[in-house]
Nanobody, 125 residues
Framework: QVQLVESGGGLVQAGGSLRLSCAAS????????MGWFRQAPGKEREFVAA????????YYAGSVKGRFTISRDNAKNTVYLQMNSLNAEDTGIYYC??????????????????WGQGIQVTVSS
C-alpha cells in the first residue's frame, strides 16, 4: 500500500508562485513514475505534469509548460511541483499520483495506481 500526502497549496495572487510537495510512503518510490493532475471547479480532472523514476525525463501539459516544473527527491520519497506565473485558470484541486507498474512518463489517469487526497490551489485575479 502506498500513501501520498500533498502539501503546499493555498491562496496566491495572479502572477505569484507556489510549490506543491507530495510525500510518498513505500519502498519502491525511487522506481516509480509520478505525476500531477488537477481538477478545476465543474471540470474533469486533467493531466498537469509527469516525471520518470530518475527525474531525468519530464513532460508537461501545454497549458503549464514553461511555467511549472516537476521534480523529485528519491532520498526523501518526495515529488514537487513548482508553479510560477500562476493565473486564475490554474485554480483547482491538485493531486499527485504514483504508478507502481511503470517507471517512465505516464500522462493518463488510468495508468496511475495510487492517488493523494488532493490539495486546493486558488489563484485570485
Amino acid at each position: 500500500q502506498v500513501q501520498l500526502v500533498e502539501s503546499g497549496g493555498g491562496l496566491v495572487q495572479a502572477g505569484g508562485s507556489l510549490r506543491l510537495s507530495c510525500a510518498a510512503s513505500g519502498r519502491t518510490f525511487s522506481r516509480n513514475a509520478m505525476g500531477w493532475f488537477r481538477q478545476a471547479p465543474g471540470k474533469e480532472r486533467e493531466f498537469v505534469a509527469a516525471i520518470n523514476w530518475s527525474g531525468g525525463s519530464t513532460y508537461y501539459a501545454g497549458s503549464v509548460k514553461g511555467r511549472f516544473t516537476i521534480s523529485r527527491d528519491n532520498a526523501k520519497n518526495t515529488v514537487y511541483l513548482q508553479m510560477n506565473s500562476l493565473n486564475a485558470e490554474d485554480t483547482g484541486i491538485y493531486y499527485c499520483a504514483s504508478d507502481q507498474q511503470r517507471a517512465g512518463i505516464m500522462t493518463h489517469e488510468y495508468e496511475y495506481d495510487y492517488w493523494g487526497q488532493g490539495i486546493q490551489v486558488t489563484v485570485s485575479s
